[in-house]
């Protein structure tokens, strides 16, 4: 199973790094420029007209990725690899998320409406997705009785009482619907979205591998099986994270400044759903606030900006979403994105330590 992992990154990182550029010149040719508001930053004036929904690239990078470890796997070690259905609904929820993003852009693009789907379409099409996410999240119980999701909440593991399915449901939509627009939120300067994301998967990666050596399954075996954990299928989601992480590398490439591709609602809907996914999987809900800080700062930094601006008729930053005031008070845009992109190194190291620290304080 740890050379699936290894294949689905480096499968997804090949693919991204040769597939980005045959997407860039078919949008080029297509016409399927970004559009750039007027009342952002002058300097991103230049970026008018500059291929969008590069998405496509590392979602369809991620799922082949992901299938294709499968196969190579099999017929390397004769034993059969099968997709799991975490992994599965984790792609699914991905997918479909980008496809509500997909359409977002190309009625930005090719409908000249600046605004893409309407506010309640945009949301009614999150809102079946992640449903249908969380739903089929609770079925398909494994021999241990695991299924990919659990009721109750979850930090480094499941704690406290069940919640029922009704209100899982209703966490599930809340966790998607807030990362999905928060990676939305940091997608606003070249590269910074994807390279924070990369960070995210990679972390994801380890806790997967970390989760399956210490799984309940395998408790005869362990040191301490106080703390082990029940996730039906760890090693499998590290898998995605795996092919996740090669393939925004890969497409990071091409998205760093100056930016060849632009990832669009496309893109960045479906990386916070895939977070979101791999956070619920994998019982780790709310350290997903640590792991993806960048996200939830940027996020936050908006909700203030508005909250403010309501209440007093006074900002608190020049520009939000956060990248933007710190832009407008001088940082070069590669700065911005080099800092913000420790930001969120610091957020992943802290949010592993913790991760860490909880398992050992079971022992």
Partial sequence: MMKQILFAGVIGLFLTLIGTPLLIKLLARKGYGQYI???GPREHASKRG????GGIAF???TIAAYFLSKLITTWTTDKPATPTFSGVLVLGLMGGMGLVGFLDDYIKIVKRRSLGLRAKAKMAGQLIVGIAFAVLALQFADARGNTPASTKLSFVQDFGWTIGPVLFVVWAI???LAMSNGVNLTD???GLATGASVLVFGAYTFIGVWQFQESCANAQTLTNPAACYEV??????AVVSSALMGACLGFLWWNTSPAKIFMGDTGSLALGGALAGLAICSRTELLLALLGGLFVL?????VIQVGSFRLTGKRVFRMAPLQHHFELKGWSEVLVVVRFWI???ICVIVGLGIFYAGWAAEK
């Avoid at 500059?50 to 929904?53: R, V």
């Fill in 232 to 237: 039906r299928d760890p090693l499998d989601l």
């Fill in 174 to 176: 809340f966790m998607i």
């Fill in 298 to 302: 940027i996020t936050m930094s908006v």
């Fill in 188 to 190: 606003g300067l070249d």
């Fill in 343 to 345: 930001i969120q190194g």
């Fill in 50 to 53: 500059t291929p969008t929904m």
């Fill in 59 to 61: 979602i369809l990078a």
């Fill in 37 to 39: 508001r007027d009342d």
